[in-house]
């Protein structure tokens, strides 16, 4: 079985990586940073090919594609995790950063699945993993534009799904909650830390969260939401908005 898994040079891509290798996948690992991507690949126990490559340009994101197919062979599973925060508000961040996020958590995965898809369809298998979030829910003030992106892609990955389960391709979108990387850590510090109530907010394992997406992938599961607390965010959307309108003056700095 032949696994790709973008931004898998550290947290939650690093995790998938490990969890689809122990299980004996062939990995091809996709990241900026060559150094930490041979780092996970000596952790994955099987054969990986590591490709570093900026996944902020959707007309070159997929220049890796064939070679990848001519080692490990077709791709069967592909999981797109890549992403990118801002933790600002919207008049204070730039439209170039803004922008640049918007590439890599939303048009790059979109251009990889677009080139993906057809081989899977015409096979009738395969499966693509949306790695969104729960911020593409609900979210805070100084993650609009992480929160726009996630809410894309997660829209694209649950209309993706209908369209191509008739044809043997199982799309999965995943919600994660905080999970502890060193993306969360970022985001809290820069809301001032881990006090009042966001010191009680549950923080999900990358492994596990790795674990469920390849038994989902496995089982043909619909979604992945993780920590489990947060399903109410996919089922009550309009009830936990209003939880964090009113939690906000407590959360922010």
Same mark, same amino acid.
């Given at each position: ?27 091809? #690992? ?6 930490? #991507?041979?780092?996970? @690949?000596?952790?994955?126990?099987? %054969? ?17 594609? !064939? ?9 069967? +599973? ?6 990118? !925060? ?20 939303? #048009? ?32 805070? %003030? ?15 990955? !649950? +209309?993706?799904?209908? !369209? ?13 909650? %905080? ?35 390849? +038994? ?16 109410? @965010? ?17 959360? #922010? %700095?």
């Amino acid at each position: 079985m032949h696994v790709v898994v973008t931004g898998a040079s550290s947290g939650i891509g690093a995790a998938i990586a490990r969890e689809f290798g122990q299980a004996g996948a062939r990995l091809t #690992l996709l990241a900026r940073r060559e150094a930490l #991507l041979q780092e996970v @690949a000596g952790t994955c126990g099987s %054969p990986c090919r590591v490709v570093a490559t900026d996944l902020s340009d959707p007309a070159s994101a997929t220049h890796w594609r !064939e070679e990848a197919e001519a080692e490990h062979g077709p791709i069967d +599973v592909l999981v797109l995790n890549a992403g990118v !925060e801002i933790t600002s508000r919207v008049a204070s961040t730039t439209l170039d950063d803004g922008q640049r996020l918007l590439a890599v958590n939303l #048009l790059v995965p979109l251009a990889i699945t677009h080139a993906v898809l057809p081989a899977m369809i015409e096979r009738g298998s395969g499966a693509i993993v949306h790695v969104a979030s729960v911020d593409g829910i609900v979210t805070l %003030p100084g993650h609009a534009w992480y929160g726009a992106s996630k809410a894309g892609l997660a829209s694209f990955s !649950e +209309v993706l799904h209908a !369209e191509v389960a008739p044809h043997g391709v199982h799309v999965m979108p995943v919600y994660p909650g %905080p999970v502890a990387t060193p993306m969360s850590d970022r985001a809290y510090e820069a809301y001032g830390g881990r006090k009042g109530l966001a010191a009680l907010i549950p923080e999900g394992s990358p492994d596990v969260l790795a674990r469920r997406i390849r +038994v989902g992938v496995e089982r043909r599961h619909r979604r992945v939401v993780y920590p489990g607390v947060f399903a109410p @965010a996919r089922w009550m959307p309009a009830f936990v908005r209003a939880v964090y309108d009113r939690a906000t003056p407590w959360v #922010l %700095p």
